[in-house]
C-alpha cells in the first residue's frame, strides 16, 4: 500500500514538472515559469492565443494601442490570427509567438 502511495506521489510531481525553457509543451496551456504573464484567452472561451501583461521581455512592446497576445509556435491557426487580427509578430519565447494587436 506504501509503495502504490509512493508511486501516486511520484506520476503526480513528474506530471507537473514544467519543460525546459524554450520548449512547448504541445498545448496551448502557458508554463509554469515564463518569460511572459498570461492573462485570459483573447478572442473566445478556450482560444490558445492569450493575453500577455507586462514583464522584463513585453515591457518594450506595450502601446496603448494595441494589445499583446501570445500564441503557442505550434498553433496551426497563428498565420491566420495573425492575418485577421493586422498584428505584428514582436517575439519569441517559451513556445510562444507574441503579437502587437493593434486595438481597432
Do not use: H, K
Amino acid at each position: 500500500m506504501i509503495r502504490l502511495i509512493a508511486l501516486a506521489a511520484l506520476a503526480t510531481a513528474a506530471a507537473c514538472t514544467a519543460p525546459p525553457a524554450g520548449q512547448t509543451t504541445g498545448s496551448s496551456s502557458p508554463p509554469e515559469v515564463s518569460e511572459l504573464r498570461f492573462g485570459g484567452a483573447y478572442r473566445f472561451a478556450n482560444d490558445p492565443c492569450r493575453r500577455v501583461g507586462e514583464t522584463a521581455l513585453t515591457a518594450p512592446f506595450l502601446d496603448d494601442q494595441a494589445d499583446l497576445v501570445a500564441c503557442p509556435v505550434d498553433y496551426e491557426g497563428r498565420g491566420r490570427f495573425a492575418i485577421d487580427s493586422n498584428s505584428t509578430e514582436v517575439a519569441r519565447t517559451d513556445g510562444w509567438v507574441v503579437y502587437s494587436v493593434p486595438i481597432p
